[in-house]
């Protein structure tokens, strides 16, 4: 084997359980499939060997490795990390929900940081306060699970809390998306039993699981409507397509640094209002009913200052 096809052998090795834990045998087919690296298990070896010499710690664990540190510090400079890891630390013992997660991230970022870095972090600490927006608080279990039946098609069945009636019941409906506006996840879903597309509130579904029935997405994406937004520069660097809560959103930039971002929406009330919250920053270009209904807020809006 030659030095620079060990050396090759290693990096890609890295890059793969950088990405999450792997079989040996997922190793070598990925290190065949990617790369066109074809080597045994020994091989394989050599190359973990190399990696934990230089410092990684690669832990073996029910048959799988698993990258666990790094001796790579992420090149912060003392106002980044101070940001960083400020927010994340301060707002991990305060989430009832994504806290441990925030937690073990900070923890990550931490030992990715150089030591003086992290000495100056330490002394200028900043705490942040943190108001959630849902009460109660959503469960990343239930947007997942939503997420994925949407993805594939799936009813499903939830335990759902309707503030118009005041009580908890199951239902079963279609998923058609879930998206954010207004800081709150909110599923666009279906519902057999009326014969109506509903808008649910993701923290008020209590439990949810898929059902093995599976339904046609084509009617239900035509009820989405269309929307195109141009974004200036720095709101786009800020937002991204994601002015647009639309997962298949495009984005098209502009000579100037601008962008126009092209996808559906499912609500166009909440739409509206998370586009005019950028100011000049965004202009509605189209679809027909999203650029009337942005123009009459805005003109009810006026109204209220004549």
């Known amino acids: 084997m030659s030095r620079m096809g060990a050396t090759l052998g290693t990096l890609a090795v890295l ?28 091989t394989l070896r050599r190359y973990v060997s190399a990696l934990r010499e230089a410092g990684f710690e690669i832990r073996s664990h029910s048959g799988k490795l698993e990258l666990v540190s790094s001796p790579v510090r992420l090149p912060f400079d003392e106002y980044e990390a101070l940001a960083a890891l400020s927010l994340l630390e301060s707002v991990a013992g305060q989430e009832p929900v994504y806290g441990g997660h925030l937690a073990s991230a900070a923890g990550k970022l931490r030992r990715a940081l150089p030591e003086g870095v992290l000495k100056f972090v330490d002394r200028g600490r900043v705490e942040f306060d943190l108001s959630p927006a849902s009460d109660p608080p959503e469960d990343p279990h239930v947007i997942d699970t939503l997420r994925q039946a949407a993805y594939r098609n799936q009813r499903i069945e939830m335990h759902y809390y309707s503030l118009s009636s005041g009580e908890s019941r199951w239902r079963v409906v279609e998923p058609v998306r879930v998206y954010h506006a207004q800081r709150a996840h909110r599923l666009y879903a ?58 298949h959103a495009t984005v098209k930039p502009q000579d100037d640094g601008t962008a126009i971002v ?6 166009i009330f909440w739409t509206v209002r998370d586009i005019a919250a950028l100011g000049p920053g965004a202009r509605v270009l189209g679809g027909p009913e999203l650029k009337e209904e942005f123009l009459q807020f805005l003109r009810l809006t006026l109204n209220q200052y004549s």
């Open 15 to 42: 890059k793969i359980l950088s990405e999450g834990a792997a079989s040996r045998e997922r190793l070598l087919a990925r290190l065949e499939e990617e790369f066109g690296i074809g080597r045994d298990e020994r």
């Open 262 to 267: 092209e996808g559906s929406v499912a609500n």
């Open 190 to 247: 279906y519902d057999p039993e009326s014969n109506e597309y509903r808008e649910f509130r993701v923290n008020r579904i209590g439990e949810v699981k898929m059902l093995p029935d599976k339904f046609s997405p084509e009617a239900h994406t035509r009820q989405l409507k269309p929307a195109r937004v141009w974004l200036n520069e720095k709101t786009f660097a800020a937002y991204g397509k994601y002015v647009i809560p639309d997962p």
